[in-house]
Nanobody, 120 residues
Framework: QVQLVESGGGLVQAGGSLSLSCEASGSVFGIKHMGWYRQASGLERELVATIADGGTTNYADSVKGRFTLSRDNHRSTITLEMNSLRPEDTGVYYC??????????????WGQGTQVTVSS
């Protein structure tokens, strides 16, 4: 079992910056993959950025060069630094973790979501 607690987010003007953190607890050593997804009103949830067990990151084209995802050495917390924010970055941001139980089965866990609003 993995629990995810998100923090950060809020309201910022276009061009500003925000930081989101997601702390995992529970069976963190089984976590192989973590990331952030977002969902704007009326739209489907989409990938923002992910980080694999080996540290490889992947970003949506829309955030490349503006967002940076990092993970602490204990692999239990990821931080998304968001710069040059745009109104289209507005949405609910969700943390996701993929946990492997060592038998070939993977499970995904989601945080409760945190609102990011970028005003124009």
């Amino acid at each position: 079992q993995v629990q995810l607690v998100e923090s950060g987010g809020g309201l910022v003007q276009a061009g500003g910056s925000l930081s989101l953190s997601c702390e995992a607890s529970g069976s963190v050593f089984g976590i192989k993959h973590m990331g952030w997804y977002r969902q704007a009103s009326g739209l489907e949830r989409e990938l923002v950025a992910t980080i694999a067990d080996g540290g490889t990151t992947n970003y949506a084209d829309s955030v490349k060069g503006r967002f940076t995802l990092s993970r602490d050495n204990h692999r239990s917390t990821i931080t998304l630094e968001m710069n040059s924010l745009r109104p289209e970055d507005t949405g609910v941001y969700y943390c996701k973790a993929i946990y492997s139980d060592g038998t070939g089965r993977n499970y995904q866990y989601w945080g409760q979501g945190t609102q990011v609003t970028v005003s124009s």
